[in-house]
């Protein structure tokens, strides 16, 4: 298949909405790596490079710079960031309230009447 109709089959997938969602060129860091370059920290939480550098430059999250010119991120710092910004889900939260108040009430606060 020359270059054009390549092109073309491209273009038509895309329109009819039937472009293969091919991720297979998505290279993740390997899972023992300590130290993530930003391509593979944008690569394993599935965001752009500017993402992981607007997140450094806010320092929102920690990362260092060896040398003074390559930013790595530590793998663990990076997915403790993950894990803080979780949102729970309402059935959760609830039964954090319950939790909550069955811990709080004070002896005699609801005791019954005599």
């Known amino acids: ?3 054009l109709a390549e092109i073309k089959k491209i273009l038509a997938d895309f329109v009819s909405g039937t472009a293969s969602n091919d991720t297979s060129n998505v290279n993740l860091p390997p899972s023992g790596k300590e130290y993530l370059t930003v391509d593979e920290a944008a690569a394993l939480i599935g965001s752009k490079r500017s993402y992981i550098y607007k997140l450094t430059h806010e320092k929102r999250i920690s990362f260092t710079k060896p040398g003074g010119n390559r930013v790595l991120i530590k793998r663990s710092d990076l997915l403790e960031w993950i894990e803080a910004n979780r949102i729970k ?19 005699g606060r ?4 005599r």
Request: charged share 30%; aromatic share 4%; no cysteine.
């Open 110 to 113: 609801n005791a019954p009447k």
């Open 89 to 107: 889900s309402q059935k959760v939260v609830q039964n954090d309230v319950e939790q909550f108040m069955k811990n709080s009430r004070r002896p």
């Open 1 to 3: 298949m020359n270059e």
